[in-house]
């Protein structure tokens, strides 16, 4: 059993994919293809707004958004502790001062409640500058926006929305990437919206920011390519990547409603036994991961280690959350308290989840799972 499978996935689209392939191989643009244009413009339509900017990677597209804004040493950037490393990472390599935030019992994405806490401790302290938040849509869930909008507005700070696992998730009507100042996403393989390497995009309604954007990811480049108005990155995605991306568009939404019937299928067969993910009302998931937790009483690696003996693979995100990693072990502020991060880093695990798991198959997973509890 594959824990995301891309084999089943390819099969939907083996043909567009070859034959985009096909006509790159032609034309011999590998770089700035005129596919990459196309793409931008198919994935600004999607999420609703007026940018979108392709990149290498989904730590650039978080990176770059950060230079743009021109964050210092003295800067503060607000970031949950419970995500992937590069969350923070690109804040501190931007030239910024992450601070760690706690995350929500139930939807492991940003705790409103511990952002104002960090926001006044900061404030307080009066050694940062108070700059921006980077808000998390974690595992495929977008995060409490229109309250960290309100918080935002309140402190005067930018919002980056990090939807490298939320693109497809939805607030009402409002897709993931159009809910900060900017947004960035991921095209990692394993996302919902995956490529067949590395790649991401950046999203803004601002001209502005979106000048500054395409600029800093191709070298900082001006008018000219060897116009350089500021320090850049060689950042982009190559011409291939964007042809499978548009195959993989074709059927995203369809496979939106097929990993949400797989969800769906495991909450209803798992709620009794351990922590399903909660998804608040008027929210979509684009389930990037199924993540449960165990109660008090179980333990999760005896679980992991049965449901292994089982033939079911499963993963833990995060183990280690970012603010006690070995990378920011001597910067981190003393008085930082993430209780609930801390305690979820020790009780979460994640399932098989995508589009074309098969009845079967998820019954096969919930039976092992008890069988693993009991």
Known sequence: MQFIDLHRQYDQIDKKVKEGILDVLDHKRFIMGQEIKDLEARLA??????????????????????????????????????????????????????????????????????????????????????????????????????????????????????????????????????????ASTSFFPAKPLGCYGDGGAIFTNDDEMAAKINSIHIHGQGTDKYDNIRLGLNSRLDTMQAVVLDAKLDIFEQELVMRNKVAQMYTEALKDVLDTPVVPEGCFSSWAQYTLKVREGQYREDIIEKLKRQGVPTAVYYPIPIHQSTAYADIIDEHIELPITESIANKVFSIPMHPYLEEDEIKYVCDAIKNSIE
Request: hydrophobic share 45%; aromatic share 10%; glycine share 10%.
């Open 45 to 182: 339509e999607y999420v609703g707004v007026k940018h979108a900017i392709c990149c290498a990677s989904g730590t650039d597209a978080l990176i770059i958004p950060l230079m743009a804004y021109g964050i210092e040493k003295t800067d503060a950037i607000f970031v949950p502790s419970f995500t992937f490393f590069a969350s923070a990472e690109s804040v501190s390599i931007a030239g910024g001062t992450p601070v760690f935030v706690d995350c929500d019992k139930d939807t492991f994405n940003m705790s409103v409640e511990s952002l104002k806490k960090s926001i006044e401790h900061v404030k307080k302290e009066g050694k940062l500058n108070l700059k921006g938040i980077v808000a998390v849509d974690l595992f495929g869930l977008p995060a409490d926006f229109e309250a960290i909008r309100e918080v935002a507005d309140e402190y005067g700070l930018f919002i980056l929305e990090d939807g490298a696992q939320g693109f497809g998730g939805c607030i009402g009507e409002k897709r993931a990437c159009s809910f900060g100042d900017v």
